[in-house]
């Protein structure tokens, strides 16, 4: 370890290829390497938190060429929608490496030299099955009956003379290195996995293209004839973006370095790098940690099935921060996990409105009521107390362990434990009964409140950044972040010297989970007029995702413009079919005649039977954008009322065409 080290921590996200706009599972890693970033800031760390874009390569190519612009001005074009969706996430990144920055192509070509002149590359040929989605080779024992187990498609077959890596001189290095440094890569599994692996024979790594095939790559320092394998040259981004060999940061944080990835890559990051790093005379990185695939209702996220899940519907639906706590809360870091609004809803109304949102409310309120915000100090603590400082301590202890080890699912089930601990104690203490006869007790009670809140706002901080200082500053203690750092927290007591409080909206107003479910263009390339107003509503987007946002919301105008009005397509449906959806209370699966066949799926099996539905009218909208609920794309949106007592379908006053304008 480095001279300038102990107190530093370096934590990196794979660069992303630049042949997809953001989804859901980019947005995972990088909020998982934010968090991490937040956690050890908040420890006192010096930081450097490293993502990006990999822009080379036969995929990227043909991504631009089915865009119909040039390589250079697409790799721009969507290297900046990635640079400029994370800021709108709250990620704090330090830097924003480009395999295309020219620093990064010098990095490669030195490390290059350095490996070629080592003798650790040389000129062969070779024939093998090649999948472009994954820019790599496979072996026949890899492939799926003969298909990428990846993409699920057939190799090319290539055959031509390249360059090749000497990574079979480093195999049993490596396969010593990972048995003597026991957390290397983790969580387990995933050592096993690469062990394994390493069991066979591990054959010598094809680090070249021929500029015939590719032009798009960085040039081979040695041949000007060939390009770098786009492996070779993405993994160095980790020390180009460093500054590596001279530069002070590589110093600093090379010995600290952890990555972050999902086990789709795994092989280059537990195989290929850690050979390339020993072949350059680099020393290996401290740990890989690996995640699982976010899955989208129990199947693979991906285009042609139009399943994506863009990170910022997400985010402008539920607001920013109940979108980071529910992708940290519900996947175990390591294990894949099913992605359903459903499960975000819920966790929302539980977690978030219920038991955090209650907690806040309930003790701002009391402080509020009882002392005119002005939080009193304590007088002797009781055991009831006392207990319950100690349970913080305690949590605090486990959750900073969890951390460490990347189980942030259980970082935040210890602080759950203790918002539970907190309210029993509320419950129990009963200060609305204190409050009529027991200044002094009650004096220590919401003093003791107010502790264990102020403790819980700074662990949620790296993973709700923004509600962890709304609740700092409701609490009068300003903006905090890295200004109450975690060793501050054992200093019981100190929240009396700051105030007064003051009251202020829920933080996170319930969900109701079948209005929720329906509305929405959730997988939608466009946020509605109604979306923006609904979460302004809420106000739990204050926490503010974009300025494009801020910006709409100020003009909202309350009114339309007959212009804005005549964008909707309204007409008159008939129902011609009608169907539950396994697995949802709520959803119908409607089949609707508006002068043409529409399915649309509607959340009003709770108040009608299907066969009532069967030939009945409707109004529907014809052109929102469509939505995929519970696996079924939904393509309109038919109007009903809605009152306490139930839904009531909107039907014309005479029998209509079916596809009828309604004006
Ligand atoms: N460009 C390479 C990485 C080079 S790193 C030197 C690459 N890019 S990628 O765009 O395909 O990103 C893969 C990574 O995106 C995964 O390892 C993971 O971090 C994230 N995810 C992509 N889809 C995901 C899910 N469905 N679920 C979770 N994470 C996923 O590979």
Not at 51 to 60: A, C, M, S, Y
Not at 220 to 232: A, E, G, K, R
Not at 363 to 384: L, R, T, W
Not at 511 to 518: A, F, G, I, K, V
Request: aromatic share 12%; charged share 25%.
């Amino acid at each position: 370890m480095g001279q300038n080290s102990q107190d530093s921590f370096y934590i990196t996200t794979p660069i992303y290829y630049v042949n997809a706009e953001p989804h859901i599972g980019h947005a995972y890693t990088t909020i998982v390497a934010d968090v991490i970033a937040r956690f050890y800031r908040l420890s006192g760390f010096e930081t450097f938190f490293l993502t990006g874009t990999d822009e080379h390569g036969n995929k990227v190519v043909e991504a631009a060429e089915k865009s119909g612009e040039t390589v250079k001005a697409y790799v721009d074009r969507i290297s900046k929608i990635f640079k400029e969706t994370w800021p709108k996430i709250n990620i704090k990144n330090d830097y924003f490496v480009r395999t295309t920055d020219k620093n990064h192509q010098d990095t490669v070509s030195k490390i290059l030299s350095k490996v070629y002149a080592k003798g650790d590359i040389y000129f062969s040929e070779y024939e093998g099955k090649y999948c472009i989605g994954c820019e790599r080779f496979y072996t026949d024992t890899e492939l799926l009956q003969g298909k990428c187990p990846i993409h699920l498609t057939e190799p090319k077959v290539i055959s031509e003379e390249n360059y090749f890596f000497r990574m079979s001189n480093y195999q049993e290095w490596l396969i010593d290195y990972i048995a003597t440094h026991s957390d290397f890569i983790r969580p387990e599994r995933y050592k096993n996995e690469v062990l394994a692996f390493l069991k066979e024979p591990l054959e010598d790594l094809c680090i070249s293209r021929p500029k015939t095939r590719l032009s798009w790559g960085i040039p081979l320092p040695f041949d000007d004839n060939y390009v770098t394998y786009v492996w070779f040259d993405a993994l160095i981004n980790y020390i180009s973006a460093l500054g590596y060999p001279d530069g002070d940061l590589f110093k600093k944080f090379w010995p600290v370095a952890q990555h972050i990835i999902a086990k789709d890559i795994l092989k280059p990051h537990g195989i290929f790098w850690p050979c390339m790093l020993k072949a350059a005379g680099i020393e290996p990185y401290q740990h890989l940690n690996v995640h699982g695939y976010w899955n989208i209702n129990m199947g693979k996220m991906s285009k042609s099935l139009g399943n994506i899940v863009k990170p910022m519907d997400l985010a402008y639906k539920y607001g920013l921060d109940a979108f980071r706590y529910f992708l940290l809360r519900d996947m175990v870091f390591g294990l894949d996990s099913d992605f359903t609004e459903e499960s975000l809803v819920k966790r929302f109304n539980s977690d978030l409105a219920n038991d955090l949102g209650n907690l806040i409310s309930r003790s701002m309120n009391m402080v509020v009521k009882y002392f005119d915000g002005k939080i009193q100090p304590p007088s002797a603590f009781k055991e009831e107390d006392i207990l319950l400082q100690d349970a913080s301590y305690k949590v605090i202890e486990e959750y900073t362990d969890m951390m460490k080890k990347f189980t942030f699912h259980k970082a935040l089930i210890a602080v759950w434990e203790l918002i539970g601990k907190a309210n029993k104690y509320i419950d129990t203490m009963k200060p609305w009964v204190l409050a009529t006869h027991d200044q002094e007790r009650l004096n220590t009670v919401l003093n003791t409140i107010t502790e264990v809140i102020k403790i819980v706002s700074v662990l949620l901080w790296p993973f709700m950044p923004h509600t962890a200082e709304k609740i700092q500053h409701q609490l009068g203690l300003g903006i905090v972040g890295v200004k109450l750092p975690l060793t501050s927290l054992k200093k019981w007591g100190e929240t009396q010297k700051v105030g007064p409080l003051s009251k202020a909206p829920p933080l996170f107003p319930r969900l109701d989970p079948d209005r929720e479910l329906t509305r929405t263009a959730l997988y939608s390339k466009k946020i509605t007029e109604q979306d923006l107003k609904e979460s302004k509503k809420n106000d739990f987007l204050s926490d503010r995702v974009s300025p494009e946002m801020e910006e709409k919301m100020k003009e909202e105008p309350g009114l339309v413009s007959l212009e804005d009005f005549q964008r909707l397509d309204i007409r008159v449906g008939t129902i011609k079919e009608a169907e539950t959806i396994p697995g949802s209370k709520k959803l119908l699966k409607l089949v609707v005649d508006i002068g043409e066949t529409r399915t649309i799926v509607a959340g009003m099996a709770v108040y009608y039977q299907t066969n009532e539905l069967i030939n009945k009218q409707v109004i529907v909208i014809a052109n929102l954008v469509p939505v995929t609920l519970m696996g079924v794309e939904s393509k309109g949106m038919i109007l009903a009322a809605e009152d306490k007592k139930g839904v009531y379908l909107l039907i014309p006053d005479k029998e209509s065409k079916p596809g009828s304008k309604v004006r």
